[in-house]
């Protein structure tokens, strides 16, 4: 079989290290850093941290104050309303459009993030980092033990590709997890924004500790699913991970 295709035998000893060096490390991953790692996260859901009651302890202060009324006299220049009235038809905003406060700079110089959120934030971010690495490892490992195409005694070989699928799922939700942490601070930055133009709605004020809230608790059910997806993984591969290094029994004895 080998004959059909010439490799170089420097290039097949490299490629046969990594090999070996894929195998130790998944198997120590499955064996030994999976459950450590689930236990770490099954600590880190029981820090106080992570279980405020009261949610209003990780509401941030919103520096701006709301400006004084500025009264605006009529216009009675006949052609500088009608210029006015010219420039609304052009944007096709009409009368409802309300033009807001001019931003030229915050207050209190830089506006700043939830404190608290960036700091949990912070400590999360590295435990999703961690599991889509440590999965893209596991899930090469099985790619690499799967064996040649071949008709019959392949449920093994199913076995595999369910492994290799859940590995896979497991990795785009990590990912959908660090989407998720951009969309907080786009989210959040807008309305900081809103409030900055419109300093007199509350309605936007209201609406950032509303964010800050939800991306506690997601934060909270992130770092819970993180801690059953290592379970999860580490006891799928345990309970079969006979078929998993072993797809095929070779039966061709029993058949004489």
Same mark, same amino acid.
């Given at each position: 079989m080998s004959s059909l295709l010439k490799v170089d035998n420097e290039i097949k000893t490299k490629v046969d290290a990594f090999r070996e060096r894929i195998t130790s490390e998944a198997e120590d991953l499955v064996a030994n850093f999976f459950p450590k790692k689930l236990l770490e996260l099954d600590h880190f859901l029981k820090d106080p941290i992570i279980n405020i009651c009261e949610l209003k302890e990780?509401?941030?202060e919103i520096n701006l104050t709301v400006p004084d009324p500025i009264l605006?006299?009529?216009l009675h220049d006949g052609l500088e309303a009608q210029n006015a009235k010219k420039r609304k038809l052009e944007d096709g905003s009409g009368d409802d459009k309300v033009p807001g406060t001019k931003v030229f700079v915050?207050?209190?110089?830089?506006?700043?993030?939830?404190?608290?959120l960036v700091d949990?934030?912070?400590? =999360?971010?590295p435990e999703i980092r961690t599991l889509i690495e440590k999965c893209n490892t596991v899930k090469m490992w099985v790619q690499l033990l799967i064996p040649r195409i071949e008709d019959g005694n392949n449920f093994g070989v199913s076995i595999q590709e369910e492994t290799v699928a859940?590995?896979?799922? =497991?990795?785009?939700?990590?990912?959908?997890?660090?989407?998720?942490?951009?969309r907080y601070y786009i989210t959040r930055a807008k309305l900081v924004s809103k409030i900055a133009k419109y300093p007199h709605v509350e309605d936007y004020r209201r609406t950032v500790t509303?964010?800050?809230?939800?991306?506690?608790?997601?934060?909270?059910i992130i770092v819970s699913e993180l801690r059953n997806q290592y379970v999860t993984l580490h006891d799928m591969i345990l309970k079969n991970i006979e078929k998993i290094k072993r797809p095929r029994s070779s039966n061709t004895d029993a058949l004489y």
């Open positions: 990780i509401h941030s605006i006299s009529d915050m207050p209190g110089g830089m506006m700043k993030s939830n404190a608290k949990l934030i912070e400590k =999360v971010k859940e590995l896979r799922t =497991v990795e785009g939700e990590a990912a959908s997890y660090l989407d998720q942490i951009s509303e964010i800050d809230e939800k991306e506690y608790i997601s934060l909270k």
